[in-house]
Each structure stands twice: as C-alpha cells, then as structure tokens.
C-alpha cells in the first residue's frame, strides 16, 4: 500500500509562491499516475494537475495552467507542484493523490490520498 505524506503549504501573500512536496513510501511509484487536489470548506474537491508515471506527459486545470507545474521524481519518489502568482482563490487544502495507471486524468478515482496540506493566500 502507498502512504503518501505532503509538505511545502503555507501562508503567502498574492503573487508569491510556493512549492509543495509529496513523498510516498510503501511501494514503487513508478507506475503510478500522480495528481494534486484541492479542497475548499463546503465545496467539492477539484483536480489541480496529473502527471503520467514517465513524468512527461501532464494536464492541468484550466484554472492554474500557466502558474502551476506538476513534477515528479521516481527515484526519490517524490511529486512536486510548484504554484506561482497565487491568488486568495488558491487558498485550500492541497492533495496529493495515487492511483495504478489504466488511465491519468483529473476526473479518474484516485486510490491513494495524503492528509492534506494547507495553502492560505491572503490578498
């Protein structure tokens, strides 16, 4: 089973930046497609980005293309977003999420989740 741990959330003001982290441990990611998530209280989570196990192949959401870049490191089993020009519409708990990959797109079911970690954005 993948445990997934994220880290890298914080308070920023508008227009900063911030580069969260999420580490699994368990097994291999290597074949897995990978996302980030985000939630915000009383809403539905939404996809932010995923990325294909080989690393090249992404998608974004239309509402972060161009500021947010989803990366990840097999070896150090590591996926990364780094988030720029933030906008308080950005503040919400970031996601990292797993899955085996029969298919990688924000709409899939995701099996694998991580706690969670916050990014507030204050104007």
């Known amino acids: 089973q993948v445990q997934l741990v994220e880290s890298g959330g914080g308070s920023v003001q508008a227009e900063g930046s911030l580069r969260l982290s999420c580490v699994a441990s368990?097994?291999?990611?290597?074949?897995?497609?990978m996302g980030w998530f985000r939630q915000v209280p009383g809403k539905e989570r939404e996809g932010v980005a995923v990325i294909y196990p080989g690393g090249v192949l992404t998608t974004y959401n239309d509402s972060v293309k161009g500021r947010f870049t989803i990366s990840r490191d097999n070896a150090k089993r590591t996926l990364y977003l780094q988030i720029n020009s933030l906008t308080p519409e950005d503040t919400a708990v970031y996601y990292c999420?797993?899955?085996?990959?029969?298919?990688?797109?924000?709409?899939?079911?995701?099996?694998?989740w991580g706690q969670g970690t916050q990014v507030t954005v204050s104007s």
């Open positions: 999420a797993a899955k085996v990959r029969r298919s990688c797109d924000l709409n899939d079911a995701f099996t694998y």
């Open positions: 368990g097994y291999t990611i290597n074949t897995y497609c």
